[in-house]
């Protein structure tokens, strides 16, 4: 029987304030005479992505942020991408850009994050705004891991203090959101656990979890039995299955132990989406000098 006391972390509802405190902001900068402006390259025809990007184009439209996407073949040169980062580095109109991952095979995206402006980096993700984050002193932090955060934050689950298990150690979601998780301060403070495919007892390590977060990218690798009564899930995982789409929880077997818990879709996602509009919006108004 479904557990009906838990709490359901709607991210799709978090997203929609946000987008609404964010429109006034957009609005000020407007006043000031800017219009924040986001650089999105695409590159190739891997579906998600496209998808992704019109999410993203649509979000950017609703609280005023201005797009430009570069749309490139699977056949891009290396060249063709690089001369579009610079172009946008030096385009004092751009506030900030993305590179939506992955890229096509050949290209090295590493190669490609080194070249973005680190004041310009709306994903948190060049080597340099990764650095600040691991140093203490972040400037943008990567959208997922942020809004993973910012979800637990908008519903008061405290994080300090607590012990928090998170699985993936990728340098998208879970390398960052550890590191966050790690900063000193409300938002940080945790005990963290970083698990990944080498890890072992990985069923142990989740049921001493208060708050276990998930970016594996595996369907249905949490399952009931591996968490405690009262923990607060967060999934963050994107699997296309028959099913259409599902997270890496087992939602209904875990939803009855949680206290609270991320649906998928509707909880990760649209904050990722927000979140890239919120470090849009901060590296407008911090070249426009506002607070
Ligand atoms: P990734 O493939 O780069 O990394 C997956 C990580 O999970 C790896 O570190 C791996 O060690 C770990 N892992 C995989 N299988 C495991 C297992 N059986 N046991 C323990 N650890 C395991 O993926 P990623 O880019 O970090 O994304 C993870 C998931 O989050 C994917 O489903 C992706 O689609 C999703 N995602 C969602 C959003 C969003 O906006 N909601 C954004 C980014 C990624």
New binding site residues.
């Given amino acids: 029987m479904m557990n009906p006391s838990y709490l359901l972390l709607d991210g799709k509802a978090v997203a929609a304030a946000i987008r609404k405190e964010l429109a006034q902001r957009v609005a000020r900068l407007k006043a000031l005479g800017v219009t924040p402006k986001l650089g999105v390259l695409l590159a190739g025809s891997f579906v998600p992505s496209q998808i992704y990007v019109r999410n993203k184009e649509r979000a950017c439209a609703a609280v005023g942020i201005e797009v430009e996407t570069a749309r490139f073949p699977d056949s891009v040169s290396i060249g063709e991408i690089t001369d579009t980062v610079r172009r946008w580095n030096e385009d004092a109109n751009v506030h900030g850009m993305i590179v939506q991952l992955p890229l096509p095979g050949r290209i090295e995206r590493d190669a490609i994050l080194e070249l973005v402006d680190p004041r310009k980096d709306a994903d948190g993700l060049t080597p340099a705004n990764l650095g600040r984050l691991v140093s203490g002193h972040p400037r943008v932090l990567p ?2 891991p942020a ?1 993973i955060i910012e979800l637990l934050v908008r519903f008061q689950i405290p994080i300090a203090g607590q012990r928090v298990v998170v ?4 340098e ?3 390398k960052p959101l550890a590191n966050i998780l790690l900063m000193r301060g409300a938002k940080g403070d945790a005990t963290v656990t970083v ?5 072992k007892d ?1 069923p142990d390590i989740c049921r001493q979890a208060q708050i276990l977060i998930v ?4 369907a249905g ?1 949490v399952t009931g039995e591996m968490v405690t009564p009262g923990v607060v899930v967060v999934d ?4 296309r299955t028959e099913q259409g789409i599902v997270g ?1 929880v087992d939602f209904d077997s875990v939803a009855q132990k949680a206290r609270a818990i991320t649906p998928v879709p509707g909880g ?2 649209p ?3 927000a979140m890239l509009l919120v470090n849009t919006v901060m590296l407008a108004e911090s070249r426009a000098a506002v607070q």
């Fill in positions: 959208a997922t809004g699985i993936g150690r990728s998208l979601v879970g698990c990944h495919t080498k890890t990985l970016a594996a990218g595996r690798l963050a995982g994107i699997n890496d990760v996602g904050m990722t989406v």
